[in-house]
């Protein structure tokens, strides 16, 4: 049972066929097809997506490096429209314009008591499962079962999600920046402001400047820190973070130590908190040991399940150093996303300036090439 807009009543809605990016198989090419979506389950809505980021945590599924079951429609970066309702819905409206969170919580086990949401224990287990909450899929291919990402699938002209994915924007908002904070602008400007709480004045280093690593720097220039250190080993990335208000840059050569040392130099002594953004354990050592007394590492980045870290233990009790982990940046999506929306459009969050790329759907592998050659600041799917 539906919302159907033309209509104005609750009707019994069929499937729609939609263009969509479908990963075969781990390591193949994306093909552009025609897919049949069912309508919206109970607790789901129907939205039509103008447009996806493509972020690195799709390439990290699309090579294995994370186990998703296929053939799948990834993308977990969306913002569109939505045009119809599942039963049980009262949050949304057919019409409302909605950014995309891949993180739907319950609000009633242990995390959601807790105010995590975003740790929810009842979605995260599910989350790559390839399923919606309930476990079942909405998509097909000629009769074969598709299955979903992350709850979002936004390599698609259509996506059903969960009621609780969805967080209504304002309908001047453009598709393309709301899109980004469905997961790399929340993980990096919420790192900055949930998970370290960075206040004015303090000092901030930047591990990794891809999506994430810069929208912790546009973070970090909006919270009011006083020194930015960005580091990366690709100059172009350097000289975008001064662009966007880095106020030191280091080029990673050497070792984690070579650069510790190189941030401590430029940052007059090391830094309050470290962001390490890319999931890489030297720049997690590095990142730890960049950091003055009573310092933090945040760690953002995703890394391979049997990576390590060794950390100079003896510097944790006598400096008072530690090490927080920052899943989403700590984000509450239902008021962050909104906050950061109105910052951007009063013009303190340049959010825009993070997109280096436009493409449209038929070319969603190369898309994913641009993410994996690392040339790209953010890429965008222009689904309209």
Known sequence: MTWSASSGRVSVASAVTIRAALLPAVGTRLRVVDLELDPPGPGEVRVRLHASGVCSDDLNAFDGSVEVPCPAVLGHEGAGVVEEIGGGVDSLRVGDHVALSWAPYCGHCDECLRDLPHLCGTAWPKMLTGGLLDGTTRLRFGGATVHHYCFLSSFAERAVVPERSCVRIPADVP??????????????????????????????????????????????????????????SQEARLERARELGATATVRWEGSPADVAAAVRDASGGGVDYAFEARGRPAAAEAAFMSTRVRGAAVLCGIPRADATITLPALSIPRMERRVLGSIYGSARPDRDFPLILDLHRRGHLPLDRLISHRLPLDQAGAAMDLVRSGDATRVILDLE
């Not at 993980?187 to 280093?205: D, F, N, Y």
């Not at 999506?211 to 973070?219: D, E, N, P, Q």
């Open 175 to 232: 598709f393309d920046v709301a899109a980004l904070v469905g997961c790399a602008v929340a993980s990096g400007v919420c790192a900055v402001w949930r998970t370290a709480g960075v206040r004015p004045g303090e000092r901030v280093a930047v591990f990794g400047l891809g999506g994430t690593g810069l929208a912790a720097v546009v973070g970090s220039v909006a919270a009011g820190a006083a020194d930015i250190v960005a580091v990366d």
